[in-house]
């Protein structure tokens, strides 16, 4: 039996204390969930156990002895695994080239591929795993990849396999045959630190829970005598939910009516009124189907079925160059890979969704664009030296007031916002907020999706929760607590 | 933080300006070194030399910036002499009219083809999502041998006298008139660049695509335009190669796509898309301008003159992709 102590790690970065003096202890033969909302340090703690991040204090110890390093290699030849939420696999090559990459067995100047075969049947055999070493990666299933990417990391027998969200790519009926392989290495004398977003996945692979909370230890507690409301005070304490500003009130009049809209993958059947003035939000987990319906609404991707309603019209063959002209802004959820040019000007970034309204003709109205520029810097409040510089140098609460902005320099009707918190700090999230209450006061409807149930509970007037691809409950924000939402929003 | 803000600042500043000091020194060092760089004749001549290739740089300036590559360049100005003279000759022999207006029809026909051309280029870049690079560079080989199939490989040289002008002919006795082309051709280009929603949605685009578009800007049309437009600099480069020697080919222009890419690539522009401007395409070509002339004057080996200029491009990307980093 082996076992994994930290004493004390604190990580300190500019700004923020990502962890506090956090001492726990992980023993083997037993999957350890890490859990935490976004934020929580929880990532900083598997980056230190990686050798992705350095503790700024504290100390490391496997059975006893105190381990030090400083990559990722060497704490691989220490014995501790990570399989990592993005796959690292190569999808051109076999099953066992994978998984020995880096380190086949050679036979003079050669690779010994009989013996790579070997060995990988060997390892995939022993791990339980059904899957030919000669099989391509690229003909794999999801739940296959990530079942060779822990292959993978087993062939260098680790005394500690950390699992990063490993279902979040999953099926429900894959997710079950990844846990049944999962299970099987408890029988391996190796510590398992399982991390995961999908709370209702615990019960069901975990036999502990760690919490961290604004980078402290809240506590551990065994799976068997844990119910989900004390996990949830756990993670998000008692919240305070400060409340919109009460004169915020919404009008009849429908300004975007969306009627059994259906994209035939990912939701179906969606129906919902949003008012003029009215800050609506959908709940719900990850991958149930929210950046799909905003992505469908707004055109970026098409619908199979379904209408859409823009103050009264019906609008077809919807995209995003028509519903922004119609008065429709999208700020999405990934910002740096498709919500903004972070190689771009900050001053080009704020105009991109206006382009069209830059005066008059083909010629851009360039008192017209500064003035633009000028105005969401200081209505935003974004802190910037020069509106010069690139997106990327900006930090990622000011990056999304950039996106918001170049939307709102379109004097939208409609905002649809994906995650708008998403990646940005405390501080940042309430001004974020604060634009939203702006923008509704001035009449302007906003539709949030978020998996941050709190916040929503914090800025809407109405929520609306999206579970397997419909939405199955509408709940006001003043009848229902952060537990219940999320009770709801995992399917009780 | 305000420390490293400085030292970017300054950095940049010096990296912004490499070209023009290397064209300082490369100019004041040749002028000492050859009595005969630093005459007008000369100056003169050597921007007529640039003046064909700065054209299509200009073009190309757009497509990079948009995120996009024209590799079929050589054959559009090839063909669009070709075609010039075909139908000029043709339109004549069969006495339709006068040769000294047929070219003139001949030229529209040649525009109308490349407007074509690039619009097939762009549709199939944006349609199919077919890199860029292997489109073009089909394209090229498909009108390299439609120019060579209707001139049946032969050099058409049915042109009438004043066609000569274009190429060939001076404006108040000094000034060659492909000079005076390149300038408007610049201030055109430039324009395009920096002042309409067209350059600027090219931007966008070359930075990143999908945001472009979910941002609402039509980023199929935009890089369709630029197809367009570089070929149509194709076309008035063509018309003032075949007006300079009184002939149409097929085989001109051949690896010009090299010397109008690394133009725009020493002017600054990255490769990636979404960075670049007209003003270093304009230094970049006269850089490459003056070193192939000076090579000339000092009797370097034409071979070696390919050596040296494949060698600038990869000094000059390598600059560049070290440059662009430091910003990030």
Known sequence: ?492 | MEIKKKKISFLSTLTNYTLEVLLVVLFIALSFISDYFLTTTNILNMLRNIALQGIIAFGMTIVIVSGELDLSISSSVALSGVLIGLIGGNLSNAGIMPIKYAVLVGMAVALVISIAVGYVNGWLITRFKIPAMIVTLAMQNVLFGIAAVISKGFPIVTFPEWYSFIGSGRIFGQIPVPVIILIIMFIVTYFLLSYTKFGRAAFACGGNAEAARLSGINVKRTKIQAMILIQICCVISGIMLSSQVMSGTFSFAKGWEMNAIAAVIIGGASLAGGIGNMRGTLLGIVFIGILTNGMTLLNVNDYVQYIVRGGLIIFAVLLSTIKNKQKL
């Open chain 1, 1 to 492: 039996m082996s076992v994994l102590e930290t004493q004390k790690i604190s990580k300190q970065y500019p700004g923020t204390l990502a962890l506090d003096n956090v001492t726990a202890s992980f023993e083997s033969g037993k999957i350890h969930a890490l859990i935490g909302k976004n934020g929580s340090g929880k990532s900083t703690l598997i980056n230190i156990f990686s050798g992705a991040v350095c503790p700024s204090s504290g100390k490391i110890l496997l059975n006893g002895e105190e381990i030090v390093f400083k990559s990722p290699a060497e704490a691989q030849a220490r014995g501790i695994a990570t399989v990592y939420q993005e796959l690292s696999l190569v999808p051109g090559m076999s099953v066992a080239e994978n998984i020995f990459i880096g380190q086949l067995p050679m036979k003079g100047i050669s690779v010994d591929w009989k013996k790579t075969r070997k060995m990988a049947k060997e390892l995939l055999s022993e791990l339980g795993i059904d899957i030919s070493p000669d099989e391509t990666v690229a003909n794999l299933s999801a739940w296959q990849c990530q079942m060779v990417e822990i292959a993978k990391a087993m062939r260098i027998q680790p005394k500690v396999l950390q699992l990063d969200e490993p279902t979040s790519s999953l099926a429900q009926s894959e997710v079950e045959s990844l846990f049944r392989i999962i299970r099987k290495l408890k029988e391996k004398d190796v510590i398992i630190l399982y991390i995961t977003h999908k709370l209702q996945e615990l019960w069901n692979i975990a036999d502990t829970c760690t919490v961290i909370r604004d980078g402290r230890l809240i506590g551990v507690k065994n799976m068997d005598c844990l119910d989900r409301r004390e996990l949830i005070k756990m993670m998000f304490g008692e919240v305070e939910i400060k409340t919109r500003p009460a004169e915020l009130k919404y009008s009849e009049e429908v300004v975007l009516k969306v009627e059994n809209l259906s994209d035939g993958r990912k939701f179906s059947n969606i129906n919902f009124d949003l008012h003029k003035g009215e800050v609506l939000g959908i709940a719900g987990m990850l991958g149930v189907g929210r950046t799909e319906l905003l992505s469908c609404i707004f055109g970026a991707q098409p619908a199979k079925s379904g209408s859409v309603f823009l103050n009264g019209k019906q609008i077809d063959n919807r995209t995003p160059e028509k519903m922004n002209k119609l008065g429709m802004a999208m700020t999405q959820e990934d910002r740096k890979r498709i919500g903004v040019n972070v190689n771009g000007r900050i001053y080009d970034n704020l105009c991109y969704a206006s382009l069209d309204r830059l005066g008059k003709g083909s010629i851009v109205d360039r008192k017209m664009e500064s003035s633009y520029v000028a105005r969401q810097v200081k209505n935003l409040d974004i802190k910037l030296a020069d509106t010069n510089f690139l997106v990327s140098s900006l930090s990622g609460g000011n990056q999304q007031k950039v996106v918001v902005g170049n939307w709102l320099n379109i004097e939208p009707k409609v905002i649809l916002m994906d995650e708008p918190s998403r990646g940005i700090d405390v501080n940042a999230k309430q001004q974020i907020f604060q634009i939203i209450w702006d923008q509704a006061q001035k009449g302007i409807s906003c539709l949030i999706v978020s998996t941050e149930l709190e916040e929503l509970l914090e800025i809407c007037h109405r929520i609306l929760i999206m579970r397997n691809g419909r939405i199955e409950k509408e709940v006001l924000p003043e009848n229902v607590t952060v537990e219940d939402l999320y009770a709801i929003c995992m399917g009780e």
